[in-house]
């Protein structure tokens, strides 16, 4: 029974709560981004390169013999992966630089003074009372 407990109390610290709720905003982060990248960004860059598809590209180490496949190094898939892989981190780069931008514009806002307390402006009154004496 006491297993039981800790693994209860380990579930619903806050911490494993809150990396729980991360990891399920992040796969979804990441369905976006790649709708992002497959469907906005890719079609302009493919038009722009011509329909460039490097997955494509292979070098055969070995041919096919008998009942043994061909050894074939698929360097083009590698390529189009850093490819994919640099456009996704640069459209999470600009993501990211418009969120700290946009809270710096908010950092930056000027606010303004707190109120003072009932005890501060009787304390104020009374100040310049004295003054007036």
């Known amino acids: 029974m006491g297993l039981l407990k800790e693994f209860k109390e380990f579930a619903v610290r806050g911490n494993v709560v809150d990396m729980a709720v991360g990891i399920v905003i992040g796969a979804a982060f990441g369905k976006i981004v790649s709708s992002f990248v497959a469907d906005v960004l890719m079609p302009p860059i493919g038009l722009l390169l011509g329909g460039v598809d490097f997955t494509g590209l292979s070098l055969t180490l070995k041919e096919a013999a008998g009942k043994s496949p061909a050894v074939v190094l698929h360097y083009g898939k590698f390529i189009q992966s850093v490819v994919d ?49």
């Open 85 to 133: 892989f640099t456009i996704i981190a640069f459209a999470i780069f600009l993501v990211v630089k418009a969120m700290n931008s946009l809270q710096r514009k908010k950092e930056e806002a000027p606010e303004e003074p707190p109120k003072p307390s009932k005890e501060e402006e009787l304390l104020t009154e009374i100040r310049d009372i004295l003054k007036q004496k």
